[in-house]
């Protein structure tokens, strides 16, 4: 069930294909386009319980987002854009149908629950959420609005569980989605596929995060 479909080495070429291959099936993209000053970055759960490779939630493919994902958090620090980090952890009470589905729950005690070091938390706000969907029993919408954000860029692991979701999530709210390709990982490479497709279909824009880069620093996309 598990693979490791994106390295260092072969994340460009493959993010780059599996854009082109939903591409070919959803032939719109780009919908919105993309705005800084009205973003937020959202990077959802990287935490060890999924990164490390001793836990037995380890996603293999995760460790090659982690750069792109760093460099796009400084991005937005630099421009003083909201960057949310989630943090999921349960307690029996919260949990509901996630302990039935996956026999077991991450508690806040466990040290793996904790977001890696590689990312800087103070870069950022930390939202601890209980289920797949960043919004569900959050202030994070309240937190969003606030600050006036319009447009939210998605991040993290699992594509096709948290981020998936959350993207839903926010698109039903209003807010305008770009989901990155090479910027989210998840068991395989086919639950990453079939979370892109369809979610360009209905739900957001799919990106690279070279692509945000581009725009994050003044300078279109070719």
Same mark, same amino acid.
């Given at each position: 069930?598990?693979?490791?479909?994106?390295?260092? !080495?072969?994340?460009?070429?493959?993010?780059?294909? @599996?854009?082109?291959? %939903?591409?070919? /099936?959803?032939?719109?993209? !780009?919908?919105? #386009?993309?705005?800084? #000053?009205?973003?937020? &970055? &959202?990077v959802l759960d990287m935490q060890s319980y999924f990164?490390?490779?001793?836990?037995? =939630?380890?996603?293999?493919?995760?460790?090659? /987002?982690?750069?792109?994902? =760093?460099?796009?958090? !400084?991005?937005? %620090?630099?421009?003083?854009?909201?960057?949310?980090?989630?943090?999921h952890v349960n307690t029996a009470e919260n949990a509901q149908l996630m302990s039935r589905w996956w026999r077991e729950i991450i508690t806040g005690d466990n040290p793996l629950s904790q977001i890696?070091?590689?990312?800087?938390q103070t870069k950022g706000d930390v939202f601890k959420k209980c289920q797949y969907d960043a919004f569900y029993k959050t202030t994070l919408d309240d937190f969003l609005l606030a600050r006036d954000v319009r447009q939210v860029v998605i991040s993290g692991v699992m594509t096709h569980l948290c981020c998936e979701s959350t993207a839903r999530s926010a698109f039903m709210r209003g807010y305008e989605v770009f989901f990155?390709?090479? #910027?989210? %990982?998840?068991? !395989?490479?086919?639950?990453?596929?079939?979370? *892109? /497709?369809? *979610?360009?279909?209905?739900?957001?824009?799919?990106?690279?995060?070279?692509?945000? @880069?581009?725009?994050?620093?003044?300078?279109?996309? %070719?």
């Open positions: 069930m598990k693979e490791q479909y994106f390295s260092a !080495n072969t994340i460009d070429e493959k993010a780059a294909e @599996m854009r082109q291959a %939903a591409d070919k /099936i959803v032939k719109h993209r !780009n919908r919105f #386009g993309f705005v800084p #000053g009205l973003s937020a &970055l &959202l990164l490390d490779d001793s836990s037995h =939630a380890y996603v293999p493919s995760a460790r090659a /987002i982690i750069p792109r994902v =760093a460099t796009l958090m !400084n991005a937005f %620090a630099a421009l003083n854009l909201p960057i949310i980090f989630t943090r890696i070091p590689e990312l800087d990155l390709v090479d #910027g989210t %990982a998840t068991y !395989n490479e086919e639950f990453h596929k079939a979370s *892109l /497709i369809n *979610l360009s279909h209905g739900f957001a824009d799919l990106v690279l995060a070279a692509e945000l @880069m581009d725009a994050l620093q003044g300078t279109p996309h %070719a």
